[in-house]
C-alpha cells in the first residue's frame, strides 16, 4: 500500500514541475516579447525626437529672422537630440537601471518630475479631445 502512494505522490510532484516548467517559458516568452515592444518603442521615439529637432529648426528659420529665436529653437532642438541620442544608446534595461539609481538617489525630485510629466502628459491629453 505504501507503494501505490508514493507512486502517487511521484506522479503529483512530475505534473507540478511541468507546470512550473510551462510557466517559466511562457514567463521567458512573455519577458522577450515586453523587451522586443520596448526597443520597437525606443526607435520610433528616437525618430521622433529627430524628426521634431529638425521641425524646430526649420519652422523657426521659416517664421522669423530674429537670432534670438533661432538660438532658443537650435537649444531645443539640441535637447530633443541629446535624447534621441540616449535613448539610442541606451537599452531599455540600462536606462531602467539608471533610472532605478535616480529614484532613490533622489526620491522627492523624482516625485516632482513624475508630478510634472503626468500634468504634461494630461495636458496634452485633454486638449487632443477639444479640436
Not at 24 to 36: C, D, I, M, N
Not at 109 to 116: D, H, N, P, R, T
Amino acid at each position: 500500500m505504501m507503494n501505490g502512494q508514493n507512486g502517487t505522490g511521484e506522479k503529483v510532484q512530475d505534473a507540478a514541475q511541468d507546470i512550473a516548467n510551462d510557466v517559466s517559458k511562457e514567463l521567458g516568452e512573455l519577458g522577450r516579447e515586453l523587451r522586443q515592444r520596448a526597443n520597437s518603442v525606443r526607435k520610433e521615439a528616437v525618430k521622433q525626437l529627430n524628426h521634431a529637432a529638425e521641425s524646430i529648426r526649420k519652422e523657426s528659420r521659416e517664421a522669423t529672422d530674429d537670432k534670438d529665436a533661432h538660438k532658443t529653437a537650435d537649444e531645443v532642438a539640441k535637447g530633443l537630440e541629446k535624447a534621441a541620442h540616449y535613448l539610442n544608446t541606451n537599452s531599455v534595461e540600462q536606462m531602467g537601471q539608471e533610472a532605478t539609481k535616480v529614484v532613490r538617489q533622489n526620491p522627492f525630485s523624482a516625485l516632482l518630475v513624475a508630478l510634472g510629466i503626468g500634468m504634461v502628459i494630461g495636458l496634452l491629453l485633454n486638449s487632443g479631445g477639444k479640436k
